[in-house]
């Protein structure tokens, strides 16, 4: 996960008069009668899905995940996700709160671009070979239950767990190894992030066959960096404007590695940055 800048709220969404202000105004309405907490939304929340927001989400994110950074392709298509559940809220207890977070189903800040493995729930194997559901589906977890919102602006006062690339800065919550591992990383104080943790267990950061998609890039990286040190050397002990220029053109590879739209790009700026930053002194 990296921090990203939003884009320009889509007309669908942009303001009361738009299809997803006119939803919003409804839904507000509808949920506002305490007798229709449980019932669904009369023609549902739809403007969401319109091709022009996930075309914008798209850009936004480079064609891939928010959350765990894979490249979507040719054949995996995006998930716009709710970073606060539209509909429903898994809170613990077995069954799921409802109404979810309605006022926000068609707010630009709240939608996000998600692979199906880190936005639905799915069995999945970890690196140790244990199985766990992960994947977000309707969770949100706060630190304190007492918080959750129940109308709009009151979301404001919650103190969410899961890392938003809109709002935080992850690399201070997420710390990547060269096997393709991810940890939360700890604080000043010595302490893991528990937005790090949290998101970490929520998202399925760690399922096991995206920890090999992430090693194979970290393990090119590292070699790219084994490969630059090694025709260092030879520069130094035999100075050649020919073995100088293959050398910049193997930085210019490594940093292209590091650009938002390649995938895991997050981990490969935390594992190449130190070394080019003494390489390049």
């Not at 006062?157 to 690339?165: D, F, H, K, S, T």
Request: overall charge positive; some cysteine; proline content about 8%.
């Amino acid at each position: 996960m990296r921090r990203v800048v939003q884009g320009k709220v889509p007309a669908v969404l942009d303001g009361p008069n738009s299809p997803g202000g006119k939803e919003i105004a409804n839904a507000i309405a509808f949920y506002g009668v305490p007798g229709n907490a449980e019932k669904e939304l009369p023609g549902g929340f739809k403007a969401y899905s319109d091709p022009a927001v996930k075309a914008a989400i798209n850009e936004i994110f480079k064609f891939k995940c928010a959350y765990c950074e894979s490249s979507f392709g040719a054949v995996h298509p995006v998930d716009v996700e709710h970073f606060r559940p539209k509909a429903a809220v898994d809170a613990g207890g077995g069954k799921p709160r409802k109404p979810g977070y309605y006022w926000l189903a068609a707010k630009w800040s709240n939608l996000l671009a998600s692979c199906i493995f880190c936005n639905r729930e799915n069995t999945q194997v970890m690196p140790d070979g244990s199985s766990r559901v992960t994947g977000k589906g309707n969770s949100f977890p706060l630190t304190k239950e007492a918080d959750r919102a129940i109308k709009p602006g009151e979301e404001k006062q919650e103190g969410r767990l899961l890392l938003n690339p809109y709002l935080d800065k992850p690399d201070a919550h997420l710390a990547f190894d060269g096997e393709g591992l991810v940890k939360p990383r700890p604080g000043a104080g010595g302490k893991e992030s528990e937005k790090g943790a949290k998101s970490i267990e929520v998202y399925g950061l760690l399922r096991r066959e995206l920890v090999h998609a992430r090693a194979d890039i970290a393990k090119d990286v590292a070699a790219r960096i084994k490969r630059l040190e090694n025709l260092s050397k030879l520069q130094q002990q035999a100075p050649n404007p020919a073995l100088l220029e293959v050398i910049r053109d193997d930085i210019a590879q490594l940093k292209g590695r590091m650009e938002p739209d390649q995938p895991y790009s997050a981990m490969v700026n935390q594992l190449a940055k130190p070394f080019l930053k003494t390489f390049m002194h």
